[in-house]
């Protein structure tokens, strides 16, 4: 009868050794796994980490090479920098797992996308600007041979213009001054003079203009001042006034033409020597000198 008791608790204690050392073995197992899965989770949280490190220094390499971005297009610099700022923004995302890894990395293949178009449209813009500026230099060049030319052209209008003005300016012979008494006989005698009598000879000019001429005879006392009985005769020739001694007007039509001015201001008359110039259209003809005593 005892042995009949005995026989299923030992049976009964095999069982439950048989289960604990079954658990034991389920926990040690199981322990392993976890070891090992936490393992590899820390392999792949190293890995995440690295390559987001390596994502991050492609993205700041990225936006400096948007900063780089040579040009003076302000459209392409306003282009540039929005990129640089949704880059900055980028950067802010805390990217730990694979969904955020995956879209770092579509966003950086995106970017070095637009960074190749803007490089090829900086490019095209920078060629465009070599070849404005060439062309530029090139019409500047133009533009200061037409002017140097057109300069040119307006000295040799200016010559031809002066050649026609002098070839249309009358000429006279040699100029000649005498004193004259009341009888009209010459003399150089200062109390004698009545009057003074300068005579010229207008020469024949074809190409001059015809019609009224009006010639002034300035004669100048020994000491320079001018004879005169007026006060505001005076005339322009030379570019500046003169005062004149007396003038006279003739019909001159391209022919020679003897031309005498009589001079009355016997009043003022010294010893000494005279100088007499006649002046027409606006410049003087001829000049000399003479002798009274």
């Known amino acids: 009868m005892e042995e009949t008791k005995k026989s299923p608790n030992k049976g009964l204690l095999v069982l439950l050794i048989i289960l604990v050392l079954g658990a034991f073995a389920y926990v040690i197992v199981l322990q392993s796994r976890l070891t090992r899965e936490k393992k590899e989770s820390a392999e792949i949280q190293v890995l995440l ?12 390499q990225l936006k400096n090479e948007f900063g780089l971005l040579q040009t003076n297009n302000d459209s392409m610099k306003l282009l540039a920098a929005d990129q640089q700022q949704k880059i900055e923004q980028l950067l802010q995302v805390q990217a730990d797992n694979f969904q955020k890894i995956k879209m770092y990395q579509k966003e950086l293949s995106t970017l070095r996308g637009v960074l190749k178009s803007y490089i090829a449209q900086v490019d095209s813009l920078n060629t465009r600007n070599v070849q404005l500026v060439s062309e530029k230099a090139v019409l500047s060049t133009q533009l200061a041979q037409e002017k140097m030319q057109t300069q040119q052209l307006s000295e040799e209008k200016q010559q031809l213009s002066t ?4 070839a249309q300016a009358l000429m006279i012979s040699p100029v000649n001054t005498h004193g004259e008494t009341s009888r009209a006989s010459e003399t150089d005698r200062v109390r004698r003079i009545e009057k003074l009598k300068t005579c010229f000879t207008v020469r024949a000019n074809q190409i001059a203009e015809a019609g009224e001429r009006v010639f002034y005879v ?9 004879l005169t009985n007026v006060s505001s005769a005076t005339f322009f020739a030379d570019g500046r006034e003169h005062i004149f001694t007396s003038r006279r007007v003739i019909d001159y039509q391209n022919k020679d033409v003897e031309v005498c001015v009589f001079s009355e201001a016997a009043d003022q008359l010294i010893a000494g020597t005279y100088t007499v110039e006649v002046y027409a259209d606006g410049y003087k003809l001829g000049d000399a000198s003479f002798e009274l005593r």
């Open 163 to 166: 050649t026609v003005q002098k």
């Open 49 to 60: 980490e690295d390559q987001k490190v390596s994502l991050e220094e492609d993205l700041t």
């Open 218 to 226: 300035v004669i100048k006392l020994p000491g320079g001042k001018v």
